[in-house]
């Protein structure tokens, strides 16, 4: 066996922290999952740093916020001519492997069924994933479809086959076929919960155990839609009117998940590799429902941006619960640190390795958060840029200056906001300021979402430039 531990990255669609039942949801059926955050250490304040598809892979991979890897809105292909993960992992000796959605090479809004926008050719654009690959750039059904390996040639998973297992079936393929001289790394990206929400869309056996679980509106829930959403977070009255019944798909999607996982943990057991395996648990954002008068993602509160992030080395890591601010741009140094490998010099996330084997260190004060646009189109007037720390969340939208400061702690479901209150007036200078000082060390100068079209792309939806970087 090799010196260094094999990691095992396993990441949703669309999974929120608070739907899950360590979290504290008794809807929620997740015995493994919560099993498993016994097991190693939930990060219980992660958040997506743009919690929004494309930009949070974006940020995976290259260690650097939104604005310094281009990537600010859906459907863009990111530029290859950066070191990412998959380049440490596969120069550090790694065998290593990529199942699932991609979302980082198609360059139209749409057409995303056609081969030219979901297969990523071998080479660059797959940004060091060398080996296995069993992907697609994106789609959102989870039957009757496919991926693609070194070819355009869809290769379906077979007729009626959830998407899925048939990828976990691929990871445990992949696991029990290890010959122990190289250490592995495996990225496991599933799609679910990600809609469309109807009981088509899941295996019957776990849409009936949530059939006729009541699934009413939170607290938080407001009629009429957020005057600072996209199109992708309308509701109309029709939608409305179907909230409850796409909730039971949901849970009943992540309950399905949760199996899966059972059944990865099971092949890792009955390899003998546990003890020697880093195996991690996340989700690229989370999904409104209706909360805060939006649906979907590409927002700030915390049904969207903040997410499960559990990690277990036995032996190593402890189990317990961290309270650090943990977001995206992070993962990439803290996983290649742990396992003992140098990641580039401009990765933009914090090493928070440390605090994963028990010792003390420096963390972050506060995670900052990204939104550069609409969730997939070029519309100006979205676009907005936040902190949240261990308290408090505090957010700005651009198209007006608006501040918000929630006190989450006590607010959970973020229902008052204090950014106008005078007892609070310290606090919003307090993130006002550390905001406007983070933001000038990424040269985030917060431009319009079309602004970042016509200088950081080449017009065809392909980024050439970021406010770091120039690849022309």
């Not at 122990?180 to 929400?197: K, M, Q, R, T, Y």
């Not at 989450?408 to 919003?428: C, F, M």
Request: aromatic fraction near 14%; charged fraction near 25%.
């Amino acid at each position: 066996m090799s010196s260094r531990p094999n990691l095992i990255f396993v990441f949703a669609d669309q999974l929120r922290y608070q739907s899950l039942g360590y979290a504290g949801d008794d809807k929620a059926i997740t015995p493994n999952f919560d099993a498993f955050a016994e097991q190693g250490m939930n990060f219980c304040n992660t958040v997506a740093s743009a919690p929004v598809c494309t930009a949070y892979r974006a940020a995976l991979m290259t260690g650097k916020y939104t604005t310094s890897n281009g990537m600010v809105i859906n459907e863009l292909r990111i530029n290859p001519n950066q070191r990412c993960f998959g380049h440490v992992l596969t120069d550090g000796g790694y065998d290593i492997a990529y199942i699932g959605k991609w979302h980082l090479y198609a360059n139209q809004l749409g057409h995303h069924y056609e081969p030219r926008n979901s297969h990523i050719p071998p080479g660059p654009h797959r940004l060091g994933f060398d080996g296995l690959w069993a992907a697609f750039n994106f789609h959102h059904e989870s039957y009757g479809v496919y991926y693609h390996t070194d070819s355009e040639e869809k290769i379906p998973y077979g007729e009626d086959v959830y998407e899925p297992d048939a990828q976990t079936d691929m990871a445990i393929d992949f696991i029990r076929g290890r010959d122990g001289e190289n250490p592995f790394a495996l990225f496991l990206s599933w799609g679910p919960p990600h809609d469309p929400w109807n009981e088509e869309n899941v295996p019957e056996r776990f849409w009936e155990m949530f059939e006729d679980v009541p699934f009413p509106h939170p607290q938080n829930y407001r009629a009429e839609n957020d005057p600072y959403g996209d199109g992708w977070s309308y509701l109309n009255s029709e939608q409305r009117d179907e909230l409850e019944g796409w909730r039971r798909t949901y849970y009943a999607q992540t309950t399905s998940l949760d199996w899966n996982f059972g059944r990865l943990i099971e092949a890792i057991e009955e390899g003998g590799i546990a003890d020697d395996t880093i195996l991690v648990f996340t989700s690229d954002h989370g999904e409104m429902f209706g909360a805060q008068g939006r649906r979907a993602k590409n927002i700030f509160y915390e049904e969207a941006c903040r997410v499960p992030f559990l990690i277990r080395w036995p032996g190593r890591i402890k189990a317990g619960v961290s309270d650090a601010c943990l977001s995206t741009p992070d993962l990439f140094p803290t996983l290649t640190s742990l396992i003992n490998l140098e990641y580039p010099k401009d990765v933009e996330g914090m090493d928070l390795s440390h605090l994963m084997l028990g010792e003390r260190g420096p963390e972050p004060e506060a995670a900052l958060m990204q939104i550069c646009g609409a969730t997939a189109s070029w519309d100006d007037g979205h676009e907005w840029r936040a902190l949240r720390d261990k308290r408090y969340t505090y957010a700005v939208y651009r198209a007006d200056g608006r501040e918000l400061l929630f006190d989450d702690q006590n607010d959970p479901l973020q229902l008052n906001d204090l950014a106008g209150h005078s007892d609070h007036k310290e606090t919003l200078v307090r993130f006002r300021t550390m905001l406007g000082s983070r933001m000038a060390e990424l040269n985030d100068t917060f431009e319009c979402c079309t602004w970042y079209r016509d200088h950081w792309t080449d017009g065809d939806r392909r980024i050439i430039r970021s406010a770091t970087c120039d690849w022309s």
